[in-house]
Protein backbone atom coordinates (compact mmCIF):
# COMPACT_ATOMS: atom_id res chain seq x y z
CA UNK A 1 0.00 0.00 0.00
CA UNK A 2 1.51 3.59 -0.99
CA UNK A 3 1.39 6.30 1.65
CA UNK A 4 2.77 8.90 -0.44
CA UNK A 5 5.40 10.16 2.46
CA UNK A 6 6.44 13.30 2.21
CA UNK A 7 9.14 13.39 4.09
CA UNK A 8 10.84 11.86 7.78
CA UNK A 9 11.94 14.97 10.33
CA UNK A 10 14.29 13.45 13.54
CA UNK A 11 13.01 14.59 16.70
CA UNK A 12 16.35 15.40 18.95
CA UNK A 13 16.29 16.17 22.26
CA UNK A 14 17.33 19.27 23.94
CA UNK A 15 18.60 20.33 27.22
CA UNK A 16 18.44 24.28 26.16
CA UNK A 17 16.13 25.21 22.99
CA UNK A 18 17.60 29.05 22.54
CA UNK A 19 21.18 27.59 22.35
CA UNK A 20 20.49 24.69 20.42
CA UNK A 21 19.04 26.64 17.90
CA UNK A 22 21.83 29.31 17.72
CA UNK A 23 24.52 26.27 17.14
CA UNK A 24 22.26 24.71 14.52
CA UNK A 25 22.31 28.15 12.94
CA UNK A 26 25.77 28.68 13.44
CA UNK A 27 27.52 25.28 13.02
CA UNK A 28 25.26 23.29 10.67
CA UNK A 29 23.54 25.76 8.48
CA UNK A 30 19.78 25.04 9.82
CA UNK A 31 17.36 27.98 10.15
CA UNK A 32 15.09 28.38 12.78
CA UNK A 33 11.37 28.55 11.50
CA UNK A 34 8.95 27.28 13.80
CA UNK A 35 8.74 27.65 17.53
CA UNK A 36 6.45 26.72 20.74
CA UNK A 37 6.97 26.19 24.04
CA UNK A 38 9.59 23.30 24.45
CA UNK A 39 9.81 22.31 20.74
CA UNK A 40 11.41 23.91 17.83
CA UNK A 41 11.25 23.45 14.07
CA UNK A 42 14.69 23.77 12.10
CA UNK A 43 15.10 24.02 8.45
CA UNK A 44 18.04 23.70 5.44
CA UNK A 45 17.48 22.77 2.10
CA UNK A 46 13.76 21.44 2.17
CA UNK A 47 14.83 18.80 4.88
CA UNK A 48 13.83 19.70 9.04
CA UNK A 49 15.28 19.21 12.30
CA UNK A 50 12.78 19.21 15.38
CA UNK A 51 14.59 19.82 18.94
CA UNK A 52 12.21 18.86 22.07
CA UNK A 53 13.40 19.92 25.37
CA UNK A 54 14.23 17.19 27.75
CA UNK A 55 14.83 17.19 31.43
CA UNK A 56 17.29 14.37 31.55
CA UNK A 57 15.33 13.77 34.95
CA UNK A 58 13.72 11.00 36.88
CA UNK A 59 9.95 12.48 35.59
CA UNK A 60 11.23 13.26 31.95
CA UNK A 61 14.06 10.84 31.49
CA UNK A 62 15.83 10.90 27.96
CA UNK A 63 14.66 7.23 26.02
CA UNK A 64 14.99 6.40 22.54
CA UNK A 65 15.07 7.86 19.77
CA UNK A 66 12.17 9.94 18.16
CA UNK A 67 11.13 10.31 14.23
CA UNK A 68 8.36 11.82 12.29
CA UNK A 69 7.06 10.59 9.12
CA UNK A 70 5.05 13.38 7.47
CA UNK A 71 2.53 12.08 4.79
CA UNK A 72 -0.38 13.19 2.95
CA UNK A 73 -3.38 10.68 4.01
CA UNK A 74 -3.10 10.14 7.73
CA UNK A 75 -6.20 7.76 7.67
CA UNK A 76 -4.79 5.06 5.45
CA UNK A 77 -1.86 4.65 7.39
CA UNK A 78 -3.59 4.84 11.09
CA UNK A 79 -5.58 2.27 9.29
CA UNK A 80 -3.16 -0.11 8.28
CA UNK A 81 -1.14 0.18 11.79
CA UNK A 82 -4.25 -0.37 12.90
CA UNK A 83 -5.15 -3.52 11.62
CA UNK A 84 -1.38 -4.74 11.69
CA UNK A 85 -2.43 -4.12 15.98
CA UNK A 86 0.17 -1.86 16.25
CA UNK A 87 -1.72 0.90 17.63
CA UNK A 88 -5.09 0.78 19.14
CA UNK A 89 -8.40 3.78 17.81
CA UNK A 90 -7.67 5.80 20.55
CA UNK A 91 -4.22 6.96 19.65
CA UNK A 92 -5.08 8.45 16.67
CA UNK A 93 -4.70 12.25 17.18
CA UNK A 94 -7.01 15.15 15.03
CA UNK A 95 -6.48 18.75 14.93
CA UNK A 96 -3.83 19.09 17.69
CA UNK A 97 -2.86 22.54 18.70
CA UNK A 98 -0.05 22.59 16.15
CA UNK A 99 -2.09 21.80 13.10
CA UNK A 100 -1.63 18.53 12.67
CA UNK A 101 -3.34 14.53 12.79
CA UNK A 102 -0.79 12.52 13.89
CA UNK A 103 -0.66 9.26 16.05
CA UNK A 104 2.95 7.50 17.03
CA UNK A 105 4.26 4.22 18.98
CA UNK A 106 7.27 2.60 20.03
CA UNK A 107 9.14 0.04 18.16
CA UNK A 108 10.79 -2.86 20.28
CA UNK A 109 14.08 -0.64 21.56
CA UNK A 110 11.85 1.64 22.50
CA UNK A 111 12.39 4.66 19.85
CA UNK A 112 9.04 6.39 19.06
CA UNK A 113 7.57 6.70 15.91
CA UNK A 114 5.10 9.34 14.38
CA UNK A 115 2.87 9.40 11.42
CA UNK A 116 2.10 13.19 10.80
CA UNK A 117 -0.39 15.08 8.41
CA UNK A 118 -0.37 18.70 8.21
CA UNK A 119 -3.68 20.16 8.49
CA UNK A 120 -2.51 23.28 6.76
Known amino acids: MSINIKHMAPVLSSLNIERDIRWYDEKVGFKYCTKQDGYA ?9 HL ?14 VIKIFVDDIQSIFKEMNDRGVVTRD ?21 AIFFVADIT
Open 52 to 65: QLNHNSDEDPIHGS
Open 41 to 49: VLTRENQWI
Open 91 to 111: KLRLYTPWNTNEFGFYDLNNN
